[in-house]
């Protein structure tokens, strides 16, 4: 029976991944680094902690993880006041209908927890939002399981109970180690991403509904 969603918040409730290129490419930019699409593919679904830690090591800059955090945040919320967000198309109606059905909804995103809630706020969607989950508050983040883990415990659900919407490769291989079926969202902008580890996956989040995703965790 299905009880919760847990839902990815980059490329999946938002449009965000071409953002977020931009931004680790202004910010490695002003550092001396030449990011490409090809690299920053690779951290999709990685927490800024975890990226920001392997890029320092990567290319050896003089900085702390903390002072490159500082820097991205500060332009993570630059960019967010200068942007008119909109949802991906049908994820509204999406959360609209799972709440009709007292399905229980989270967010587990590797953003930071003030990124994510400063999103859902300017959506008007916060209130449907029992949990919100950051990579950056755990030690291990995607493809790790534990933050689907929490976010299923918060909810007070089994992991049997949940689906997980996902756009990664490193967040649909969490949620197979979790034990959570998943759907895989086909984002374009989320640049080529291997989704074989979902239970099914979907080039439009118009095409899912209650019933649907009912049916993948019989």
Not at 92 to 112: K, T
Not at 155 to 177: F, H, M, Q, W, Y
Not at 194 to 205: E, F, G, H, P, Q
Request: proline share 4%.
């Amino acid at each position: 029976m299905l009880k919760a969603v847990i839902f990815d918040m980059d490329g999946v409730i938002i449009d965000s991944e071409p953002m977020h290129f931009m931004i680790d490419k202004k910010l490695l930019g002003s550092l001396g680094v030449e990011a490409d699409e090809r690299l920053l593919s690779r951290y999709v679904g990685v927490s800024n902690p975890e990226m920001l830690a392997d890029i320092r090591k990567r290319f050896r800059l003089d900085f702390s993880i903390n002072e490159l955090l500082e820097l991205k945040n500060k332009l993570l919320l630059e960019a967010l006041s200068e942007t008119n967000l909109q949802p991906v198309r049908g994820v509204r109606e999406l959360i609209l209908d799972l709440v009709s059905h007292n399905v229980l909804l989270a967010v587990a995103s590797s953003s930071p927890k003030m990124f994510v809630e400063t999103v859902l706020k300017k959506l008007g969607l916060q209130q449907y939002f029992k949990v919100v989950v950051s990579g950056e508050e755990l030690e291990k983040s995607k493809p790790a399981p534990d933050i689907f883990i929490k976010a299923a415990s918060l909810l007070n659900v089994r992991p049997d109970e949940c689906v997980v919407i996902e756009d990664s490769a490193p967040g649909t291989e969490a949620a197979e180690k979790a034990g959570i079926r998943c759907v895989g969202y086909l984002n374009p902008n989320s640049g080529r991403q291997d989704l074989s580890k979902a239970s099914v996956t979907t080039d439009d989040m118009r095409k899912l509904n209650y019933e649907i995703l009912c049916s993948i965790t019989v």
